[in-house]
């Protein structure tokens, strides 16, 4: 996940370069850098760490090259090679300079066949290739505009990119394929190109969405839209962002708890950053903290939280048990408390609260610590009783939450637990693979959630479709039993529907009996290893008349055939799964609440932070 902007017209192109990464720092700010050009030839600042380390490449200056009027920008999180100055963006190949948001997935194929005709890479990403194949183009006569458009088609996977070359002077050329790409018109003449509407906001109120498949052409003159494979001219809508103070502060969500969703990625990010040491070699290690010893000296975890961070630790325990083999408990705060444990000596007593002021976690840790156990915290709030009181504390950056549904701390919260698992399972076997998939995730969950995904129109259709529905059932084995417990705790809690998140294989002990064509069984049936025996399951509800909303990978035709409603999850290794599932379950229940007209942020009877018992 990570942030472009690209502009020519007549502003000073480096403060507008600046002042738009800047408002896309959230997506990305391992490393950042900027090109632009002086007379006809580019040149290039760019640096490891935050954007500030450009600015001051910059003379400390936004109007050091105040002639410059054509340029592109990038901060960057870094998926394939590490945070260096050499593997930021921009990227130069000859004359062809070039940022890139995304992932080649075909990538070493690529390299491979760039290596043998005789081209030296220099960088670790998987970006700076397609700058070679532009070149090659360019070097057999195709201008530009043409070369982007035929390279593009070589590239397997979700990426945008935005490209210049010193033989075009004043063009910019920008490519949508999954990762967003959004541009608008300078009144003063040009264009602009951004990741979201944040830097182009600050020019033009209307701007253009650009679809999977499109290919924007800018200059001095304005901007023209092409498809990307036919090279036709396409009529692009502009959409213009009326945006009130209260919308600008939800940046144009209709409810916190939406943003919230559409915030995960960058999230995830953040709390990636803030855990992870990404400067080290992979696999990357935690980050030196305190917390850490405590972890390395755990015999058996036992996790206590209430809520959606209980069902955070109950994920944490199917991936701590599996991967680092170390026994794991979950523990509702209020009944652990009351219930005189047996506590073993090497057990380690983890809260688990976003607020870091939930009474009965915090009584927990107060009472355990007085015994002489060690206690540690994860919470999203810096300075939060959980932080101060717990011996050590490993914090979510997720960012203030202001809905009332947990959204964004959840991801955040299972993302630390498998970190928890990577770390200490990989003193025992071999699970760097795991560490380079973690780092893909935040753009995975960007892919999920947009628009041209399915994902989110197949959601907002099924929720028409059960709209008035008596009450669901949420079903799903292994890490989506704990993910079927946070989907019905959601859709109750905001839409105030009656729902029961159950393990697939407990429902014939009971509850089956109120099934019939009133009841919606929502089916949580990924490609993972429980995947057979939750359609077993959804088969016996299907018999006896539920309505069934399926959750399952794209390509599983055989559980679209079973389902009333199909919700078709993109590919994903299977540690990362549960955090797809979420933004699903979260999803539905807003839609659901949407449609019910609840008052979403602050539903009745809640609070943000329990500080009651
Ligand atoms: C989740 O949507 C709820 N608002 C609630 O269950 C919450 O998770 C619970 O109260 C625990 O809060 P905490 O994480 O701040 O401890």
Not at 265 to 293: C, S, Y
Not at 558 to 572: R, T, V
Not at 592 to 604: E, F, M, N, Q
Request: proline fraction near 4%; aromatic fraction near 8%; charged fraction near 25%.
């Amino acid at each position: 996940m990570c942030g472009i902007v690209g502009y020519v017209g007549q502003r000073p192109v480096i403060d507008v370069l600046l002042g738009g990464l800047k408002r896309l720092e959230y997506r990305g700010y391992d490393s950042a850098g900027v090109a632009f050009f002086q007379d006809d030839l580019i040149e290039i600042r760019k640096s490891e760490g935050k954007l500030a380390n450009v600015e001051k490449l910059m003379n400390g200056s936004r109007n050091s090259y105040p002639d410059a009027r054509c340029g592109i920008g990038h901060t960057r999180w870094a998926t394939h090679g590490k945070p260096t100055t050499q593997n930021a963006h921009p990227h130069r190949t000859g004359h062809v300079v070039l940022v890139h948001n995304g992932i080649i997935e075909n990538y070493q194929e690529i390299k491979r066949d760039l290596i043998s005709r005789g081209h030296k890479p220099q960088s670790e990403t998987d970006s700076e290739l397609f700058g070679f194949l532009v070149l090659e183009e360019m070097e057999n006569g195709l201008g530009l505009f043409e070369a982007v458009r035929k390279s593009f088609s070589l590239l397997e996977g979700q990426c945008s990119v935005v490209v210049m070359s010193e033989r075009e002077p004043g063009t910019v050329v920008g490519v949508r394929n999954g990762s967003p790409l959004v541009a608008g018109l300078d009144p003063n003449g040009g264009a602009i190109l951004a990741s979201d509407a944040q830097p182009i906001l600050e020019y033009t109120n209307e701007v253009f969405f650009l679809e999977n498949g499109d290919i924007a052409l800018c200059s001095q003159g304005g901007i023209q839209f092409f498809d990307l494979k036919t090279g036709k001219k396409l009529n692009r809508e502009k959409t213009k962002l009326d945006w009130s103070v209260d919308k600008i502060d939800k940046q144009g969500f209709d409810h916190y708890m939406l943003k919230e969703i559409y915030e995960q990625p960058a999230a995830l990010v953040d709390t990636l950053n803030g855990i992870l040491d990404r400067i080290k070699t992979d696999p990357f290690p935690l980050a030196a903290q305190p917390g850490v010893k405590l972890l390395d000296q755990a015999k058996e975890i036992i996790f206590v939280a209430c809520g959606t961070s209980w069902h955070a630790a109950l994920v944490g325990k199917y991936w701590i048990e599996r991967l680092a083999r170390i026994p794991v408990n979950v523990e509702l705060a209020s009944e652990f408390r009351y219930r005189d444990p047996v506590l073993n000596p090497g057990a380690l007593v983890v809260g688990l609260s976003q607020s870091g002021e939930t009474a009965d976690t915090l009584a927990v840790i107060r009472e355990v610590k007085a015994k002489g156990i060690p206690t540690l915290g994860i919470t999203n709030v810096r300075g939060s009783t959980l932080s101060r009181e717990a011996n050590s504390v490993f914090y979510t950056s997720a960012g203030p939450e202001i809905g009332v549904a947990a959204t964004k701390t959840f991801s955040t919260q299972m993302l630390v637990l498998l970190l928890w698992a990577g770390y200490l399972g990989l003193k025992k076997s071999n699970l760097e693979e795991l560490f380079h998939d973690i780092v893909k995730l935040p753009h995975q969950i960007e892919d999920a959630l947009s628009e041209s995904n399915g994902m989110v129109a197949a959601i907002k259709d099924a929720a028409r479709g059960l709209q008035k529905a008596k009450g669901f059932f949420f079903i799903g084995r292994g890490f989506s039993f704990p993910i079927a417990l946070e989907g019905a705790l959601k859709l109750k809690e905001i839409a105030y529907v009656h729902a029961e998140g159950y393990a697939a294989g407990e429902l014939k002990h009971g509850p089956i009996a109120m099934i019939d064509q009133d009841m919606v069984v929502v089916v949580l049936a990924p490609q993972d290893s429980w995947r057979d025996k939750t359609v077993s399951n959804l088969q016996e509800v299907k018999a006896r008349g539920a309505k069934i909303l399926a959750v399952g990978g794209g390509l599983d035709q055989n559980l679209k055939e079973l389902s009333d409603f199909w919700i078709p999850l993109a590919p994903s290794t299977e540690a990362l799964l549960p955090f797809v599932m979420t933004t699903v379950v979260q999803l539905l229940s807003y839609e659901l609440a949407v449609l019910k007209g609840t008052d979403i942020d602050k539903p009745r009877n809640l609070a943000k932070s329990v500080t009651v018992e």
